[in-house]
């Protein structure tokens, strides 16, 4: 296999800048990312690249980029859902909180979150990626450090206050530089193999807290405390690391040689409207404009509704389901231990999932089939759970559901990130649908109260709520990109307006959405 655009050279009409790149002084050759954008590299055209194989350059951005990428998102998630496991090892007793407070602790750190997510995607797309991953993750390895020895309810409520503020920018900032090195059709697959992180840091989390709660009275600590605490500390020292091993951007990876950055850097200029007949290159410079203009985009607003029939289910089950084991009967090292083949197949699922819809090119029929598996999930636990005595039937409810959700998450982040052109509005626009989307882990951090347990119908049934609301979504989003998609099919294209349309993004009739 080759080039897919069948290009010996990048020759897209060489060095006219009026048509294919954006507007830039004459004497201004070589553009530095930080002032100009993403992937303006006019040093790479003409250069041959008929002796790039695309297979073998997708390998070693694999092999470079997601191994790191998939390590930091592990240790966000195990950091941001570890209080579930802190809980039933006595968090709640030793800071003689109530349930509606331990409820309250959940809730803040996705205000917090939510909030400083946009302007967080904005400074990475500025900064390097190398240097404002890493020092996130320093912060937000030091909040949870001490975390460990806060005294009383206040102490926790604001630790978890900065541990979104410094958590925020992690998921977005990772799932938008995927966009900076992956085309399209690839990058489901990607999403998912560092988002299955998420799977994992379940899995390890109930087997590490399992572990780490046999420290009970080591130096005086309670066993919940050196959860947080060592975990925290794990962070720190990974994110040392992570500043050596975070590449920043095709232009300046060493890993690959000039023809194979010269071939990663057009086909992404280019991709959006490959399909249309004519090449126009995506925008790549900064206007407030684009930032304004994904705040006002239809598809993220609907797109959200989405979001939140997944994520709802998501936070849910990551917070609550060790306790919802447990009040099935079931220990507390054995409702730890119980999580993890739950988690193990969920991430195997959303690997083989994303596979699949990266070949058909489709992202809404496999989106749509995994959350039909979460509702059959939560309708399995709402009958079961009314039923009583049957705790086998509600674990295996929680088992489906899981093994949708994790599926279905890269596959609905993909598929916004895919339908938004320009490389500064994807950046706001990603980070507005992970961060306003991600309020509802606020919600769901109240779904599952302590005065509905050992049943939590009311949990399931709203989990199972936003779920049919999220699969409403999905239909709308599919039927409207076909209806854009047939109609630009019909508009006469003008060959001196690639300026315009570049800077029209997924406005643009050369654009084409992927359904």
């Known amino acids: 296999m080759r080039n897919p655009f069948a290009l010996s050279q990048i020759t897209a009409r060489p060095h006219d800048e009026s048509q294919h790149s954006s507007p830039l002084p004459a004497n201004d050759e070589k553009v530095s990312r930080d002032e ?50 802190a809980k039933i090892e006595g968090l709640i007793e030793s800071l003689h909180m109530t349930g509606p407070q331990y409820n309250w602790t959940l809730t803040v750190f996705f205000f917090t979150y939510c909030v400083f997510e946009v302007p967080s995607n904005l400074l990475l797309k500025r900064l390097r990626p190398s240097i404002w991953l890493p020092s996130i993750m320093v912060a937000w390895g030091t909040v949870m450090t001490l975390m460990g020895i806060v005294q009383n309810f206040q102490g926790l409520l604001l630790a978890r206050l900065f541990l979104g503020v410094t958590e925020a920018g ?22 998912a193999m560092f988002f299955s992180a998420a799977s994992v840091a379940g899995a390890f989390s109930g087997l590490l807290a399992y572990a780490i709660a046999k420290m009970d009275g080591v130096g005086g600590y309670e066993g919940w405390r050196w959860i947080l605490i060592l975990e925290g500390i794990l962070t720190v020292l990974v994110a040392c690391l992570a500043f050596f091993t975070i590449y920043d951007f095709p232009e300046t990876a060493k890993f690959l040689t000039e023809p194979e ?24 410079h900064f206007k407030w404009r684009y930032v304004r203009d994904a705040f006002t985009d239809w598809q993220i607003y609907l797109g959200l509704w989405m979001y939140w029939g997944i994520v709802c289910p998501l936070y849910g089950t990551s917070l609550f389901l060790p306790t919802i084991i447990r009040e099935l009967g079931y220990t507390s090292s054995t409702a730890q231990l119980l999580t993890v083949p739950i988690y193990i197949t969920a991430a195997v699922l959303a690997v083989a999932v994303a596979w699949f819809s990266d070949r058909s090119g489709q992202r809404s029929p496999y989106i749509f089939t995994c959350m039909l598996a979460i509702a059959v999930g939560f309708i399995i636990c709402i009958a079961a759970s009314a039923h009583g005595g049957v705790p086998g039937v509600v674990y295996a409810g929680i088992f489906i559901a899981v093994c949708g959700i994790y599926p279905a998450f890269p596959g609905n982040v993909t598929w916004i990130s895919n339908n938004l052109a320009g490389s500064y509005k994807r950046s706001a626009g990603m980070a507005i649908h992970i961060g306003v989307g991600n309020l509802a882990g606020a919600m769901a951090s109240n779904f599952y109260r302590t005065a509905d347990a050992p049943k939590y119908i009311l949990g399931h049934a709203l989990e199972l709520a936003f779920v049919t609301v999220g699969l409403c979504a999905v239909v709308g989003l599919r039927l409207n990109y076909g209806r854009i998609n047939r109609k630009r099919d019909q508009v006469v294209l003008h060959e001196n307006s690639d300026i315009e349309y570049s800077e029209m993004g997924d406005r643009a009739p050369t654009y084409r959405y992927v359904l």
């Open 36 to 85: 100009k954008g993403a992937i303006y590299a006019p040093e790479y055209e003409g250069v041959d690249t008929s002796s790039v194989n695309p297979k073998r350059v997708l390998l070693k951005m694999d092999l470079h980029l997601i191994p790191m990428l998939a390590l930091l998102y592990l240790l966000s998630f195990l950091d941001r859902g570890n209080i579930g496991n």
């Open 170 to 191: 992690l998921y977005p900032g990772v799932a938008y530089y995927i966009t900076m090195w992956y085309c399209r059709s690839e990058a489901q697959f990607r999403q």
């Open 261 to 284: 950055r010269a071939w990663v850097i057009h086909r992404l200029r280019y991709q959006g409207s490959k399909d249309s007949g004519q090449m126009v290159a995506e925008s790549e």
